[in-house]
């Protein structure tokens, strides 16, 4: 008998979780222009030449990492995934990461010169360090490139998603934060922040995606102690990625401690328990993280808690029914 | 090599108030970095002077102050200085001396080292009030200042006293006339404004509509969002040196043919061309609008150009209650067809989005408008606070005269609730207040800009508004939504309006002068007082009372007597009272912002050039409790607490709505037709609280 092709049905719930997650993603969209990293031009003149280096870096770093996963992380997964509605919200998880990919275009864009630009997409193609992450992790994409995975390999890919969302992205992330908490780069910082509030919900949602097949394997010793391995293997590469672009700015130690600290909320966000002993983190970062409502003054900044408006009620007659007597 | 950017000290003890011990965050740290701050920062950094006459003397010799010499002895100025340094003043939060120092404080000229601490800038700016009235009146002013009991706004506070300054008022409004002479010289108006740091708020209702006829020819005009993108382009060319962003303002009336093209220009995903990123927005609504959207009645949108052929009226001076039903009957008139419940609906869904628009309710404000003989409040200001009247002044070509008529400018200053309350000093704060307030309208002329020089010179309107209500409800114990609150700020706000109608009358009666048109206002034929002359404010809960415990509460009979008083001498200023959003000063005052609530107990603050965290005033673990966020209270309760407070307010009151992600278009809208029942002119920004990761996973479990 041929393949019957299915739509989907978003009026069958496949799962407790795949809406909330639509909607969420929904609501959460924005695109590079709406933010003004022009303001930042003066702030970027005013950073040392080994700052603006290791911003550059810390940008090029990232920008990789969500090419890698918008061309073909998130469209291997989809490939595997049963759920219709989950392979909905991956697609769209997908296109973000293509618009997070350019953004970081849009800072430099804004900030550097066109020489320096492509300088620093040099230096990310010739970066030891960044191409063993972008290769590791890619390894575990191109398993599925076969028909038939089988769970461990499924589990194996989809941790690997996590860890790239979760765990890789903040050695970047780092140094946008650690300058806007002091008043450097801040509207360029609006956008990585918008980033963060996206790459925060796609690692809880690959993850739960992730602990939902991790519960159909039968040795899930072995395959866990397998994924602890490539953990400690990025985890190692990750120290060096840091010590090289971070030691010149004096950062390194603050930046490993952030690093551990990701690390353990990847493996949370996979149902595994922290490993990394975690003991200080920069109270700076860690503020400038929390993705929850922040005051701003609207006429020198653009807010980042403006969301789309997701669900459109009208108006009936008894809406106008209001008592507006106060009785002082 | 890096050392200037590696954190601070002070930076990292601030962030750590929120590391949580034992379920509470570690509010000592506040302290810590206040004295981190001095210690390794402002005290290191702060030009050293032998004496006090060293100081002075570098300072006007220098040109950082003006010559206060010409004014005062040096005996007579130490004695203001004595005065206030021993009054041992400390900074109450690290965000207070943070922000003073970083926004206020006089540096030198390689911006560098500082050159003022908090008390210099006070005794700066008393005796650049006081220069004409001498050493007494300074030291008054000073004490007001030091006792924080009242604050001036940041371009009065910031510049009074330096040689090198900008102006001492920030807050333009202005009309545009439908011409290119009238839009150019919106435009240039908006650049010099905008180059002295100046909010400007322009009404672009005139402008006639996209596709509209240009001599005689239709489908020529470009509509309302050219305009609109070349204002926001010249707000941020000209930013006062670079040293702070421009902010501009637009309003459209409700019935204007491009307000949907107005409204979208917010949205997240439009086109470049039309997409408005740091101007903000703001709607004019009138009853009519309101009216049709209760009743549900086919609504019509209306060219105005068209209405303008037609009339020789412009669409925004009319009273829709009246033509409405001409205009839509008329076949000259043209117009389209929406539906008024889907058009608010529209409101909600923008401001979900952008927080924007403002919405000011033109009936609401001109119903209470004490100068209707001269003419009607058509549109507010960037903080919805403003409500004057305007008129387009007719720009002609070279070589023909213009008409300049009124534009708008406004000097600002807050009370703080709390230390005028527990100094029992209400009457004596207001009025000196109000003096302080006409100094600065008495300085300032802003030639480059000829309609708003002229509402200066002859309305001298002054905002004297208010700051610190939930913190002082909070420390008293009082719930921000209970009936207390509104107890309390009924009679407060009566006071402040007693107290600076009379300042004002005083002045008028000093200088034998009013405001023009003195006569033609409701002052002058005494309906405004009827308010006050038919019933009393005073309070009437126990606890309210005990606050006010050893004032006087002007009675029916004090308001009998200061209505005689003011229809015999006049008043002075055509425009006394608007509560003012106050973000910086609140900060420096340690006070909580406006007469708005509280957002968080820890508010996380984030500016163009930082982010710090500042524990709410007053806050200890007994009165924890009263320190309700914004965000988990009823709207509906804050609204009735403002229209309270509007009562008594000549101007308006900036009103901030709080809302949560869950909140859908409905709630909005119903915020806005409830505000608008209760009688209050205007709304300013939707905040609202995102839902966080965590919330959403929790509710899938």
């Known amino acids: 008998m041929s393949k019957q092709y299915t739509a989907v049905n978003w009026n069958t719930p496949d799962n407790d979780y795949a809406l909330m997650f639509w909607e969420q993603n929904i609501r959460q969209f924005w695109i590079d222009t709406e933010y003004i990293p022009s303001k930042d031009i003066d702030s970027w003149k005013g950073l040392s030449w080994e700052m603006k280096e290791c911003y550059k870096k810390a940008l090029g770093g990232l920008t990789l990492l969500d090419t890698l996963q918008s061309h073909t992380g998130m469209p291997k997964i989809i490939d595997h995934t049963e759920s219709l509605q989950n392979k909905a919200v991956l697609s769209y998880m997908c296109m973000m990461e293509a618009i997070h990919a350019k953004s970081y275009s849009t800072i430099f864009t804004t900030v550097s010169t066109t020489n320096e630009i492509n300088d620093i997409f040099g230096w990310v193609e010739q970066n030891k360090f960044l191409q063993f992450k972008a290769s590791t992790i890619d390894s575990y994409y191109r398993i599925l490139d076969k028909k038939n995975p089988t769970n461990e390999e499924l589990f194996m890919t989809l941790a690997a998603s996590v860890l790239l969302e979760s765990f890789l992205f903040y050695s970047g992330f780092f140094l946008p934060l650690w300058l806007c908490g002091q008043g450097q780069m801040v509207a360029s910082a609006d956008i990585i922040k918008k980033i963060i509030a996206d790459e925060s919900i796609h690692g809880v949602f690959v993850g739960l995606m992730a602990q939902e097949v991790f519960k159909k394997i039968k040795n899930q010793e072995e395959v866990k102690q397998k994924f602890i391995t490539l953990l400690n293997e990025l985890y190692d590469n990750e120290m060096k990625y840091t010590e090289e672009i971070y030691t010149e700015v004096g950062l390194t130690a603050e930046v490993k401690e952030y690093v551990r600290y990701n690390g353990n909320k990847a493996l949370m966000n996979l149902g595994f328990d922290p490993i990394f002993e975690v003991k200080q983190v920069n109270p700076i970062v860690l503020n400038g993280l929390n993705t929850e409502t922040t005051q701003h003054d609207f006429f020198s900044k653009k807010s980042t808690n403006y969301e789309k408006s997701m669900e459109i009620v009208h108006l009936k007659d008894d809406d106008f029914k209001m008592d507006a007597t106060v009785n002082v | ?701």
């Open chain 2, 1 to 701: 090599m890096v050392a200037n950017e590696v954190a601070k000290n002070w930076i990292l003890l601030n962030n750590e108030i929120m590391i949580k011990h034992d379920d509470e965050f570690s509010l000592h740290k506040d302290k810590e970095a206040v004295r981190a701050y001095f210690l390794e920062y402002v005290n290191k950094n702060t030009v050293f002077f032998y004496t006090l006459k060293e100081k002075i003397d570098y300072l006007i010799e220098q040109n950082y102050y003006i010559n206060f010499y010409e004014w005062f002895t040096y005996e007579e100025m130490e004695t203001v200085y004595n005065f206030v340094f021993a009054k041992k003043f400390r900074f109450a939060s690290f965000m207070a001396a943070f922000k003073f120092f970083q926004s206020y404080a006089l540096r030198d000229d390689s911006g560098e080292k500082f050159l003022e601490r908090y008390e210099d800038r006070v005794v700066a700016v008393a005796l650049f009030l006081a220069r004409q009235e001498g050493v007494e009146k300074a030291i008054a002013y000073a004490e007001l200042f030091i006792n924080q009991e009242y604050q001036p706004a940041t371009p009065t506070f910031l510049n009074a006293g330096k040689k090198r300054s900008g102006e001492l008022v920030s807050c333009f409004l202005d009309e545009i006339g439908d011409n290119l002479n009238g839009i150019g010289y919106a435009v240039d108006s908006a650049m010099k404004l905008s180059s002295i740091g100046g909010g400007v708020s322009f009404n672009i209702s005139k402008i006639r509509a996209r596709g509209e006829a240009i001599k005689g020819v239709e489908g020529r005009a470009g509509g309302v969002l050219p305009i609109m993108k070349i204002m926001e382009d010249t707000f941020s060319y000209a930013n006062q040196l670079g040293q702070r962003p421009g902010a501009g303002a637009v309003y459209l009336n409700i019935f204007h043919a491009d307000i949907e093209e107005f409204l979208d220009c917010k949205k997240i995903n439009v086109d470049e061309k039309v997409r408005i990123k740091s101007l903000s927005i703001g709607i004019i609504i009138p009853d009519k609008f309101m009216e049709l959207a209760e009743k549900d009645e086919a609504c019509y949108l209306i060219y105005p150009h068209t209405v303008m052929l037609e009339y020789g009226i412009p669409l925004d001076e009319m009273d829709m209650d009246k033509m409405y039903e001409e205009l839509i009957t008329n076949p000259n008139i043209k117009k389209k067809k929406i539906n008024a419940r889907h058009m608010l609906v529209k409101v909600a869904q923008t401001q979900k989005e952008s927080g924007y628009p403002y919405i000011f309710y033109k009936e609401n404000t001109n119903r209470a408008h004490a100068l209707n003989g001269i003419g009607k409040v058509k549109f507010s200001n960037l903080c919805t606070e403003i409500m004057q009247v305007s008129e387009v002044s007719e720009i002609n070509i070279y070589g023909e005269e213009d008409q300049i008529k009124y534009g708008i400018s406004c000097n600002l200053g807050s009370l703080n609730i709390a230390t005028v309350m527990d100094n029992k000093r209400v009457k004596e704060s207001v009025k000196l207040a109000m003096r302080a307030l006409t100094m600065v309208s008495d300085v300032t002329d802003i030639k480059m800009v000829p309609s708003i020089a002229k509402a200066n010179k002859e309305l001298h309107s002054v905002g004297l508004g208010a700051m610190n209500l939930h913190g002082y409800l909070a420390k008293s114990f009082i719930m921000y939504e209970s009936e207390e609150a509104l107890d309390f700020a009924n009679a407060f706000f009566m006071m402040m309006n007693f107290y600076s109608l009379e300042a004002s009358m005083e002045i008028a009666r000093d200088r034998q002068r009013t405001f023009v048109g003195f006569e033609k206002s409701a002052y002058a034929d005494g309906s405004y007082f009827n308010t006050y002359t038919e019933r009393d404010y005073l309070p009437k809960t126990d606890k309210v009372k005990e606050l006010f415990e050893g004032v006087h509460i002007p009675t029916i009979e004090d308001w009998e007597k200061l209505k005689a008083e003011v229809q015999e001498h006049g008043i002075y200023h055509a425009y006394r009272l608007a509560i003012a959003p106050n973000q910086s000063t609140s900060y420096i005052m340690n006070a909580t912002a406006s007469v708005m609530p509280i957002v968080d107990i820890i508010e996380v603050r984030e500016y163009g050039d930082s982010t710090t965290y500042y524990p709410m005033p007053y806050l200890t673990n007994d009165n924890y409790f009263y320190f309700k966020s914004a965000y988990d209270m009823d709207q509906f309760k804050v609204l009735k607490l403002v229209s309270v407070i509007q009562r008594h307010i000549d101007q308006g009151v900036s009103t901030i709505l709080h809302t949560n992600s869950k909140d859908n278009t409905r709630d909005l809208s119903r915020y806005y037709i409830y505000a608008h029942k209760l009688g209050l002119k205007s709304l300013y920004y939707t905040r609202t609280r995102k839902s966080s990761i965590e919330d959403c996973v929790s509710c899938s479990a």
